[in-house]
């Protein structure tokens, strides 16, 4: 009976301890552990760079590949048939306008407006004796009108003649100079008539001929100075003197001639050129190439930051390279360009953007 009792009381005791030792020494647990830890921070933003991009008038230059060009070129062709006599010229000689280049041989020429000098002297007489007998009323006045007629005959038949004499003479058109003479003295042919007797070239003023895409057609204006850079780095000033109103079927692109002065001929027909032709000035901003990205349709822009801190795309048009910066037209003035960190973020996350230091201005 004495040791139930002291089974009971053990048992109570243990009891007492197991409870006591809950509220000395507590379990951890995962409810716990969540209850005492401290609430969850908000994840930041992420940083990125920013300018506030500037827009102001920029000044583009179109630069373009193409050849000089004489201002007229022109095969001289024999008129008429013989041999040549007489050249006048040699490649190379300069002439001016009704110099003589070449003599065909006569061929009877000069006997055919001797005969028909020789007619119009007998018409003439014949007119003047037979008035005076229409006058006197003992011709009919009929006769008169066919004495006339036989004299205006006879002043385009010596007309005729002295015309078919001078085709015999090659002369010069206009001022230029003689680049290719194919013909000798005497050379023996059955027909000069079309065969070809001197290249006669004008390069004063001579042109710097280039082809423009239609999309930069607009900016382009006749008397529009331009740039010229020669392959032999002769440098020249021009204007825009023609352009063509119909486009190349291949190539969709239009003529652009540059007159450029060349009174001492330093410049020669053919030759590769470079020109470069101001365009109007548009609104543009300068920002750092490394600024520029692809959107996921392909399109080159820039991201910007707007008033939400949301990340945006911004598609641009480069309107002048340089090597480190760009001047692009699309965005708008005081806009946030990202310049660090674009690629890292997507349109519509918010991001923190922190002022980079602006690009210096470049001159215009």
């Given at each position: 009976m004495k040791a139930a009792r002291i089974a009971a009381v053990g048992v109570v005791v243990a009891a007492a301890g197991w409870i006591a030792s809950g509220h000395l020494f507590p379990h951890e647990t995962a409810e716990s552990r969540a209850a005492v830890q401290p609430e969850a921070q908000p994840v930041k933003p992420f940083r990125v760079s920013v300018i506030e991009a500037q827009v102001e008038p920029r000044k583009r230059t179109l630069v373009l590949s193409g050849r000089t060009e004489a201002d007229r070129k022109m095969m001289l062709m024999a008129r008429a048939d013989g041999t040549i006599t007489e050249l006048k010229v040699r490649r190379g000689s300069p002439v001016k306008e009704g110099d003589v280049i070449a003599v065909l041989s006569d061929e009877a020429r000069e006997a055919r407006v001797l005969q028909a000098k020789a007619m119009l002297l007998q018409r003439k007489t014949e007119l003047a004796a037979k008035m005076k007998l229409v006058e006197q009323g003992t011709m009919p006045k009929l006769e008169a009108v066919n004495l006339e007629t036989q004299f205006k005959a006879a002043e385009a038949g010596l007309a005729a003649a002295e015309a078919e004499?001078?085709?015999?003479?090659?002369?010069?058109?206009?001022?230029?100079?003689?680049?290719?003479?194919?013909?000798?003295?005497?050379?023996?042919?059955?027909?000069?008539?079309?065969?070809?007797?001197?290249?006669?070239?004008?390069?004063?003023?001579?042109?710097?001929?280039?082809?423009?895409?239609?999309?930069?057609?607009?900016?382009?204006?006749?008397?529009?100075?331009?740039?010229?850079?020669?392959?032999?780095?002769?440098?020249?000033?021009?204007?825009?003197?023609?352009?063509?109103?119909?486009?190349?079927?291949?190539?969709?692109?239009?003529?652009?001639?540059?007159?450029?002065?060349?009174?001492?001929?330093?410049?020669?027909?053919?030759?590769?050129?470079?020109?470069?032709?101001?365009?109007?000035?548009?609104?543009?901003?300068?920002?750092?190439?490394?600024?520029?990205?692809?959107?996921?349709?392909?399109?080159?822009?820039?991201?910007?930051?707007?008033?939400?801190?949301?990340?945006?795309?911004?598609?641009?048009?480069?309107?002048?390279?340089?090597?480190?910066?760009?001047?692009?037209?699309?965005?708008?003035?005081?806009?946030?360009?990202?310049?660090?960190?674009?690629?890292?973020?997507?349109?519509?996350?918010?991001?923190?953007?922190?002022?980079?230091?602006?690009?210096?201005?470049?001159?215009?």
């Open positions: 004499k001078d085709r015999s003479i090659v002369r010069a058109p206009w001022s230029g100079i003689v680049n290719d003479v194919p013909v000798e003295v005497g050379q023996a042919v059955l027909q000069m008539m079309g065969k070809e007797i001197a290249q006669i070239v004008s390069i004063d003023p001579i042109l710097a001929v280039v082809e423009v895409a239609e999309r930069n057609l607009n900016g382009v204006h006749v008397g529009d100075t331009a740039e010229i850079r020669l392959v032999t780095g002769t440098k020249a000033t021009g204007k825009v003197r023609f352009i063509s109103k119909s486009a190349s079927a291949s190539t969709r692109t239009y003529r652009v001639d540059v007159e450029i002065p060349n009174a001492d001929g330093a410049i020669p027909d053919g030759i590769t050129a470079e020109v470069a032709i101001p365009l109007a000035a548009v609104p543009a901003a300068r920002v750092p190439r490394s600024a520029l990205t692809f959107s996921s349709a392909g399109d080159l822009g820039v991201r910007i930051v707007d008033s939400g801190n949301k990340v945006a795309f911004v598609t641009v048009a480069v309107v002048d390279d340089q090597q480190e910066f760009m001047w692009v037209r699309g965005i708008a003035d005081a806009a946030r360009v990202i310049v660090q960190g674009q690629d890292f973020v997507r349109e519509g996350q918010v991001v923190e953007p922190v002022a980079a230091q602006a690009p210096k201005t470049a001159a215009k």
